[in-house]
């Protein structure tokens, strides 16, 4: 079975611990903006469902119930109430609910795939992958637009916490080869970061917007990395034998 598990660390790799065990099969996880709990995907036990893991105690509990189709991506707003998160039925849906689950409603539908949503810090609008393109919804009038090139894929888009930019992983049609990626809200100013580095898979902001942490996938696994955007610099966080992916950083801890 699926023996992913998620782990906590400092910024550079250091004080690695478990926080939730393999036991669950897990993926996708995003910080809870006050930083003391972790969402999660978990396939335990059926079709995949969102939870969530207190950071002190390990505790873990439901958080958005799996339904007959699955839930997945989890996503909190930056004032932490409300959730974004993909409902797999047709294609798969954008939903948002309140931050402990309740009264989701439907952002973003359109019968083909919705994926990977993450919230503009004002929390007005959402990005999130349309089909292979990068796409902004409004969460009040559920309008949306498409924002990077049709001519290639789009994936794990990420709005940089000061709103500027969102960054995703950008590549040829029918590629892994991924590169990262950063343009304005509106579509605007693309370019690429790193463009020596063309095996990336996923990424993430840190809180002060000068960082991404993001994964490579590199033989015979992957490991994660993090760029510092004022020089390109990019330093290898994490070293073992087994696959790092899915990087989230955690707000500063009071």
Do not use: C
Request: charged fraction near 25%.
């Amino acid at each position: 079975g699926d023996k992913s598990r998620i782990v906590l660390m400092k910024p550079d790799g250091s004080r690695r611990r478990i926080l939730v065990p393999a036991e669950f099969g897990v993926q996708s996880p995003a910080w809870r903006p006050a930083g003391r709990a972790v969402a999660f995907v978990s396939s335990r036990r059926g079709n995949p469902g969102i939870f969530l893991a207190d950071v002190e105690t390990r505790r873990v509990q439901r958080l958005v119930a799996r339904g007959r189709t699955g839930r997945g991506d989890p996503a909190f707003s930056a004032d932490g109430r409300f959730i974004a998160y993909t409902r797999w039925f047709r294609g798969s849906d954008i939903l948002v609910a309140r931050a402990d689950g309740s009264r989701p409603r439907v952002v973003f539908r359109d019968g083909r795939p919705n994926t990977q949503p993450t919230w503009a810090p004002d929390g007005t609008r959402i990005a999130f992958v349309r089909n292979t393109r990068v796409a902004v919804v409004s969460v009040r009038t559920r309008r949306a637009r498409l924002l990077s090139p049709g001519d290639e894929w789009a994936s794990s888009p990420a709005w940089a916490p000061n709103g500027r930019s969102i960054a995703f992983v950008r590549r040829p049609v029918n590629s892994d080869r991924g590169r990262l990626a950063v343009m304005r809200p509106d579509g605007s100013g693309l370019r690429n970061l790193a463009p020596h580095l063309q095996d990336v898979v996923d990424l993430a902001w840190s809180p002060d917007s000068r960082w991404l942490v993001f994964t490579r996938r590199i033989s015979p696994d992957s490991e994660v990395f993090r760029l510092r955007l004022s020089d390109g610099a990019v330093h290898k966080v994490t070293r073992n034998s087994i696959s790092d992916y899915d990087p989230a950083w955690g707000p500063p801890r009071s």
